[in-house]
């Protein structure tokens, strides 16, 4: 995307412009611009799709959805190029469906993806396992619950210039004028767990923002209490440092499936092993 296209659309998002016009994009079909939507249409250069379904790390085992999907070169591009088994698209403009289905019939790949005319806020998300967006920050705090409550821990997201707010991403990359920021879907460890390291017990106690933690490990007969630092989750991998009074301190890697947490030393030989912990009600 040109600059003066990505300050068309920041204009436009502090009330400062009308609209935005449709670049040219030589290998995929155009349409008339219909007229102003509630986010402007802007499609994502070629070399940005690239790079963000790069960052993403698209495979032949990845479901891609795109919010908003334009003239579907999102989806196109991570089917043709990318392998991705499927993708389905959405965009509640039928000019850039049209577009969509003509441009993936082009590639070769139009039993691969879908394209519907449907409202972004509505539509399921739990099967992707790459969410693709280029919307306004507004748009995307209004997705951002359901991303977190609905979508499976270890799913991506990939945005191209706008964030997720408080939400900090996991990567971000500036290039040539565009924003690209990406994250992956924490699991929930919010809450109280019943821990057992060797033959003894302890309560991990855990207050989560996203992909971050702070909280306390205590002995359950002594009482002794270290405090986590460095807690992350990325996707279903858990890791923390429970640092004691003492100065001591002790590095955890584990997994978390729903309700239970089991050890997992495979990225961290040093980690405690042995432990396991199951949510507390």
């Not at 379904?53 to 591009?77: E, Q, S």
């Not at 790459?130 to 409550?149: A, G």
């Not at 210039?161 to 290039?175: G, H, K, L, Q, T």
């Amino acid at each position: 995307m040109k600059t003066k296209d990505l300050m068309t659309r920041r204009a436009w998002l502090a009330g400062m412009a009308a609209g935005a016009g449709a670049l040219a994009a030589p290998r995929f079909v155009q349409a008339q611009q219909p007229p102003r939507l509630d986010v402007p249409y802007v499609p994502t250069a070629q070399h940005v799709v690239d790079r963000m379904l790069t960052i993403a790390k698209v495979t032949k085992d990845d479901f891609v959805m795109d919010l908003g999907c334009g003239d579907g070169r999102m989806l196109v591009t991570a089917a043709a190029k990318f392998g991705a088994k499927g993708g389905y698209g959405v965009d509640i403009n039928p000019e850039r469906i049209k577009e969509a289905k003509a441009n993936a019939l082009k590639a070769g790949v139009a039993d691969k993806v879908t394209f519907e005319i449907r409202d972004l806020f509505t539509m399921p998300i739990n099967q992707a396992s790459v969410l693709t967006m280029y919307l306004l920050p507004s748009v995307n705090l209004k997705l951002r619950p359901r991303i977190l409550d609905e979508m499976k821990p270890g799913s991506r997201i990939v945005s191209h210039d706008f964030n997720m707010d408080d939400w900090r991403p996991d990567y971000f990359e500036a290039m040539e004028g565009h924003d690209i920021y990406f994250w992956i879907v924490p699991a929930k460890a919010e809450g109280e767990w019943a821990v057992r390291i060797g033959d003894d017990d302890y309560t991990l106690s855990v207050q989560q923002k996203f992909q971050y933690f702070v909280g306390s490990l205590r002995a359950v007969k002594t009482r002794q209490e270290s405090l986590i630092r460095m807690g992350r989750i990325n996707g279903s991998v858990i890791t923390f440092i429970a640092e004691g009074d003492d100065g001591r301190s002790q590095l955890f890697s584990g997994r978390i499936d729903g309700a239970r947490m089991t050890f997992d030393t495979s990225t961290l030989p040093a980690a405690v092993e042995g432990w396991s912990a199951e949510k507390k009600k």
